[in-house]
């Protein structure tokens, strides 16, 4: 299959703030009203009607499908055509991209069935005990009514006055209607009001992972495959969505994860970038110290660690670490001390005070001062032109930076920020996909999914050394890039994990190769478990 030209993707591709679809297009450019796409779904029961023409056929509606769609592609093709970068990341790498995610589509996604009944059963068991302890604290003439997956009934509970609610204090307040919010980050804050709100945490954990697992069941096939849908028009920064079912919203929990894998004979290969959003800001920005740290190999947040808690690198504690790691993420895009309190609880489980949050941000903008030069730069860009553009030349439209409304400027002016940085990262997952589907012999290797900045891969067990380092190389430098002029000043890391099932695997890296293509000791010593990966002689002696 060679993708020509798609309308849909061109329309996303030159301005991603509206519709795609071919009635909203059509209506857009060319005026046109709904000509019956609303009223031929032909789902479960409903097939199209015999004859093509007459006053019941589908000619009319086909032909016309047809000549928007034409007339359309030649609007959208002067277009491009008058803007050359985004031309030519049209040309050789969106449009060629999409054959590379519909041969993914149809590869699919092994699922553990095993695995996924028995796991089922006992996240449904955890449920139900922690559904128990729930209710011991509701009062027993309240108890009839309780629906713990009810959001009106959780806060006539929670915040309602005794004997029937608990009498607990809001933390926030949904700004449409005014309620007490119920959400993970105010539950988060109350979990010290009372033992029952960790409980209702983790219970809801369980309902999660339990919706998650009652749709695989119904989209797993006879091959025990799931095929997802990945849609290159689903955000506005470029990175592909996925639906029925979303690999991109699977809990990180290896308990869950894990029951996707590869089936007999076969091993699962995760490969993500490494800290691949700060890299590209360091290279955006220019910013010297951030670069000279990556070029060292040495871990930036480790190296932010010892700069805010001041004490040598190799004294840093995971938990440090992963505190800096708060701050890095948290500050690269320009984010207040105030919010950045909040993000670091509810995205890294680490608690800062409103004043640790604005001296940890003057301390990381006094470390890396370029970062803020290139938050200026950005936002004078958005307020000129009201767009910004990724290296690739990637569009993103920000027409809200002229809004009267404070709080909407800012966000375009955040956008203005992350976008290019966010939108070159899909595109760096989508060179690699369509670099390696060029090459990929779909019996040895196949890509299975893309997750963010990862891709997921089912390699033959007796080939993977041979694709897991052709995949890494592919992915940190992808040939598909080939016709841009690119010159990065830092290494986009590829990690890989690999293994029998996602998120179970053993770490690897480039540098665990030999040139003979086998692995080196150290990283047999370093994963214990991985002899059945080198049972045939495939490690250094």
């Known amino acids: ?58 000619g009319a509606y086909c032909a016309r499908d047809v000549a928007y769609s034409h007339l359309l592609f030649e609007i959208q093709r002067e277009r491009l055509v008058a803007d050359q970068d985004l031309a030519r990341l049209a040309r ?16 699919g996604i092994w699922v553990d069935r095993e695995r996924l009944e028995s796991r089922r059963a006992e996240i449904a068991a955890r449920r139900d005990a922690l559904r128990d302890e729930l209710l011991s604290w509701v009062p027993e003439d309240f108890r009839e009514r309780a629906d713990l997956t009810n959001e009106h009934f959780l806060r006539a509970w929670l915040f309602g006055s005794p004997p029937d609610g608990l009498g607990l204090e809001p933390v926030a307040f949904t700004e449409k209607t005014g309620r007490p919010r119920v959400d993970e980050p105010a539950l988060a804050e109350l979990a010290r009001a009372h033992p ?6 983790r219970f809801r954990k369980t309902v999660k992972a339990l919706q998650f697992l009652d749709a695989w069941r119904q989209w ?12 290159m028009t689903g955000t506005v920064t470029g990175r592909r969505s996925c639906e029925n079912p979303n690999l991109q919203q699977v809990p990180r929990d290896r308990f869950i994860r894990s029951i996707i894998g590869a089936p007999p004979g076969w091993t699962f290969l995760e490969v993500d970038y490494s800290m691949l959003e700060v890299r590209i800001a360091a290279w955006l920005a220019n910013e010297d110290t951030m670069i000279r740290v990556f ?10 660690s010892s700069i805010i808690y001041q004490k040598p690198e190799a004294e840093i504690t995971p938990e440090e670490r992963r505190a800096a790691k708060a701050v890095v993420l948290g500050f690269l895009y320009g984010m207040g001390a105030m919010s950045f309190v909040s993000y670091a609880r509810d995205t890294f489980g680490v608690e800062f005070t409103y004043e640790e949050g604005e001296r940890f941000r003057e301390t990381f903008f006094r470390t890396y001062p370029r970062l803020v030069e290139w938050h200026e730069r950005q936002r004078r860009i958005v307020r000129r032109d009201l767009r910004v553009r990724s290296p690739l030349g990637r569009v993103r439209h920000l027409t809200r930076v002229l809004s009267l409304d404070r709080e909407e ?24 996909s369509l670099s390696l589907q060029r090459i990929m012999d779909p019996d040895e290797c196949m890509i299975v999914g893309d997750v963010h900045d990862a891709l997921l891969f089912q390699i033959r067990e007796d080939v993977w050394r041979v694709w897991t380092r052709r995949i890494l190389e592919t992915m940190e430098s992808p040939p598909a890039l080939e016709r841009f002029s690119l010159s990065i000043p830092v290494r986009m890391v590829a990690e890989g994990k690999i293994g029998r099932h996602w998120g179970e695997g053993h770490e690897i890296r480039l540098e665990d190769f030999l040139p003979d293509g086998r692995v080196r000791r150290e990283w047999v010593e370093r994963n214990p478990g991985c002899e059945w990966l080198v049972a045939d002689g495939g490690a250094q002696d």
């Open 295 to 304: 070029r060292e190999g040495r871990d930036i947040y480790r190296y932010t």
């Open 409 to 432: 400027r800012a966000r375009a002016e955040r956008q203005a920020i992350n976008s290019p940085v966010q939108g070159l990262g899909g595109d760096l997952t989508l060179a690699t």
């Open 1 to 58: 299959m060679t993708v020509f030209f798609d309308t849909m993707v061109a329309a996303h591709l030159l301005n991603e703030e509206v519709g795609v679809s071919l009635l909203n297009q059509a209506s857009i450019e060319l005026g046109v009203d709904d000509w019956g796409k609303g009223r031929h779904s032909f789902g479960d029961g409903d097939v199209p009607p015999s004859p093509l023409w007459g006053p019941d056929g589908m």
């Open 220 to 231: 797993i096939d006879d091959d025990g495959r799931m095929h997802p849908r990945f849609n």
């Open 196 to 201: 029952a709100i960790e409980t209702l945490m």
């Open 92 to 107: 050789y790498l969106v449009f060629p991209g999409i054959e590379a995610v519909t041969r993914m589509e149809l590869n």
